[in-house]
């Protein structure tokens, strides 16, 4: 839910995909001077336990502040102030994994009375209002993914019979899953959402899309790749075969495969292709990409030496924490 004109660098004839001449060009980036501000921290707490995990695009955020996997508390950053969510209604902890345009947030939400270990797929909206999504009996270890603008929300779990993952998907004001299971995917789980309803699933290091019941596996390479999110149709791609990984954009529609310039691994996208991630490599410096132009290396906050870019939100904010997880922060290009 994660340009000008310029050459592009077509992915490496070893793994057998190439650019289509018919690929859309990217539309220009403004020019502009980024900026890393810290994320203000909850009083009282540890700023390295503090993290941002979604964004409505409006200026308004959410996370959490978890120093322990049992002591997870839920955030939402309203205009630049945290600010406490009470856990939902029967849970332990809820644990802010995504969040939309209307400021609904998904979560997963952990009960762990009477010994046992019980997780839910839950969203608040922007008032406080929890709602629990209903799971197909015999599933386990949920973990919700990704929610879309119109309120689609993707999560994954396992078949209690056998193990075998199982991707579920609620539409829009529906209580009520539809189960994913492509044979044509070893190991179902999902990743992401677009907002036509188009699911993007990865596993055992495959990537494919389901629409409607119908299935879109990536050409090339068939393994060694993982997804990390999909919008308007572009699908963003890391290759993994290689000791120094790479991304690139898909777009199933063209088959049209482009490599991000001086791109490592990348961690997130907008609906608007404003991308994150590191150059070169998982510890490379923090970056910026629009499409599969390099925009520009992201500064990084004073006493770190390195950063990672993890959220990027529609009005253009990222969001990410250094290496050594002392504190969040924001990116702002003005």
């Given at each position: 839910?994660?340009?000008?004109?310029?050459?592009?660098?077509?992915?490496?004839?070893?793994?057998?995909?190439?650019?289509?001449?018919?690929?859309?060009?990217?539309?220009?980036?403004?020019?502009?001077?980024?900026?890393?501000?810290?994320?203000?921290?909850?009083a009282?707490a540890?700023?390295?336990?503090?993290?941002?995990?979604?964004?409505?695009?409006?200026?308004?955020?959410?996370?959490?502040?978890g120093?322990?996997?049992?002591?997870?508390?839920?955030?939402r950053?309203?205009?630049?102030v945290?600010?406490?969510?009470?856990?939902a209604?029967?849970?332990?902890?809820?644990?802010?994994?995504?969040?939309?345009?209307?400021g609904?947030?998904?979560?997963?939400?952990?009960?762990?009375?009477?010994?046992t270990?019980?997780?839910?797929?839950?969203?608040?909206?922007?008032?406080?209002?929890?709602?629990?999504?209903?799971?197909?009996?015999?599933?386990?270890?949920?973990?919700?993914?990704?929610?879309?603008?119109?309120?689609?929300?993707?999560?994954?779990?396992n078949?209690?019979?056998?193990?075998?993952?199982?991707?579920?998907?609620?539409?829009?004001?529906?209580?009520?899953?539809?189960?994913?299971?492509?044979?044509?995917?070893?190991?179902?789980?999902?990743?992401?959402?677009?907002?036509?309803?188009?699911?993007?699933?990865?596993?055992?290091?495959?990537?494919?899309?389901?629409?409607?019941?119908?299935?879109?596996?990536?050409?090339?390479?068939?393994?060694?790749?993982?997804?990390?999110?999909?919008?308007?149709?572009?699908?963003?791609?890391?290759?993994?075969?290689?000791?120094?990984?790479?991304?690139?954009?898909?777009?199933p529609?063209?088959?049209?495969?482009?490599?991000?310039?001086?791109?490592?691994?990348?961690?997130?996208?907008?609906?608007?292709?404003?991308?994150?991630?590191?150059?070169?490599?998982?510890?490379?410096?923090?970056?910026?990409?629009?499409?599969?132009?390099?925009?520009?290396?992201?500064?990084?906050?004073?006493?770190?030496?390195?950063?990672?870019?993890?959220?990027?939100?529609?009005?253009?904010?990222?969001?990410?924490?250094?290496?050594?997880?002392?504190?969040?922060?924001?990116?702002?290009?003005?």
């Open positions: 839910m994660r340009t000008t004109a310029v050459v592009l660098t077509v992915l490496l004839a070893s793994a057998g995909v190439s650019a289509v001449a018919t690929a859309a060009p990217e539309a220009p980036a403004a020019a502009c001077t980024w900026r890393a501000t810290p994320v203000p921290v909850p009282g540890d700023p390295a336990y503090v993290h941002v995990s979604g964004a409505d695009g409006r200026g308004n955020y959410s996370g959490y502040y120093p322990t996997s049992a002591d997870v508390t839920f955030y950053w309203v205009r630049g945290p600010v406490k969510q009470a856990p209604p029967g849970v332990s902890w809820t644990l802010p994994v995504d969040e939309n345009a209307a609904v947030v998904l979560l997963r939400g952990a009960d762990f009375s009477g010994g270990q019980k997780y839910y797929v839950l969203t608040q909206t922007r008032q406080g209002v929890y709602r629990q999504l209903t799971v197909p009996p015999g599933l386990t270890s949920l973990q919700p993914n990704a929610i879309n603008n119109r309120g689609d929300v993707v999560a994954s779990a078949r209690d019979s056998d193990g075998r993952g199982q991707v579920l998907l609620w539409r829009a004001g529906s209580t009520q899953a539809t189960v994913i299971d492509p044979s044509e995917i070893d190991y179902p789980a999902a990743t992401d959402i677009d907002e036509d309803g188009t699911v993007l699933l990865t596993g055992g290091y495959q990537v494919a899309l389901w629409h409607n019941g119908t299935v879109t596996k990536l050409p090339k390479p068939e393994s060694g790749v993982t997804a990390r999110g999909i919008a308007n149709g572009r699908v963003l791609v890391l290759d993994l075969r290689t000791s120094t990984p790479v991304s690139y954009l898909w777009e529609k063209t088959n049209w495969f482009v490599h991000l310039d001086r791109s490592g691994p990348a961690h997130a996208m907008n609906k608007r292709g404003l991308v994150s991630g590191s150059i070169g490599s998982w510890s490379g410096a923090p970056a910026v990409w629009h499409g599969t132009k390099f925009l520009a290396e992201l500064p990084v906050p004073a006493g770190a030496s390195t950063a990672r870019a993890t959220v990027v939100a529609d009005d253009g904010t990222i969001f990410g924490e250094t290496y050594q997880n002392t504190f969040p922060f924001s990116w702002t290009c003005r």
